[in-house]
């Protein structure tokens, strides 16, 4: 297995609800990324998890909560989003955080109502 | 801090022509990085050049990277319509916080029958 899975592929919320965004690889790699891409704009990094630690933190804004439940698994709770945060959010994992290829997932199509 | 440009940022070439995208980076890194996103699609890992001099090639597609330079290539030969697609160049700090990557702009690159 080579690849890394996201779900949902699309998702419409509204600024009041609570939806999260899962991740999930099985090739043992132990970094894995949440980015943010808007149209036309290369991807931005967000949190970093090493080990399923939280290791970087790039002053994203309290209402994207990252969780990592194991190796394999990473999700990404949203709550109170705004319409600017609609983007395309791709999951990425690396065998280890600071020397190797990222790989990307095939992202979710967030947009905010 | 590290910054990334590329050029062009658009490119609109005939099939059959040749044509060579552009990556300067601004300080010491120790690995470049190039990926190809298909619109509203993830990002695909082509080529990861890690000394000076460092070549590869992958059908249409050959990249360079000159360290000394601080520049890497990425040659396209006898373009054909498939190559139509966003190049991005990414690559990250040789030390100190060197998890992060840093993108390019990206190029747009249509190939024209």
């Known amino acids: 297995d080579t690849e890394v899975t996201q779900t949902p592929k699309h998702l419409v919320m509204g600024m009041t609800n609570k939806k999260s965004l899962k991740c999930e690889q099985h090739?043992?790699?132990?970094?894995m990324y949440w980015y943010k891409q808007k149209a036309k704009k290369p991807p931005e990094l967000m949190f970093v998890y090493s080990y399923e630690k939280l290791s970087i933190n790039e002053s994203v804004p309290s209402r994207f909560s990252p969780e990592c439940p194991n190796s394999s698994l990473l999700n990404l709770h949203l709550h109170a989003l705004q319409p600017e945060d609609s983007a395309l959010y791709l999951c990425?994992?690396?065998?280890?955080?600071?020397?190797?290829?990222?790989?990307f997932g095939p992202g979710t199509r967030l947009t905010v109502l | 801090e590290l910054k990334v440009e590329q050029n062009p940022l658009f490119l609109s070439m005939q099939e059959g022509k040749n044509y060579t995208i552009y990556c300067n980076y601004s300080t010491t890194s120790d690995r470049l990085y190039w990926y190809r996103q298909d619109p509203g699609k993830s990002l695909e890992s082509l080529f990861v050049l890690l000394s000076n001099g460092a070549v590869k090639q992958e059908g249409r597609l050959m990249a360079s990277l000159d360290t000394k330079a601080r520049l890497s290539t990425l040659h396209i030969t006898a373009a054909v319509h498939d190559l139509s697609a966003t190049y991005f160049c990414?690559?990250?700090?040789?030390?100190?916080?060197?998890?992060?990557?840093?993108f390019g702009k990206g190029t747009l690159l249509t190939v024209n029958p």
């Open positions: 990414a690559t990250r700090n040789s030390g100190g916080s060197n998890y992060k990557l840093t």
């Open positions: 990425a994992s690396s065998i280890r955080m600071s020397t190797d290829t990222q790989y």
């Open positions: 090739m043992g790699h132990r970094a």
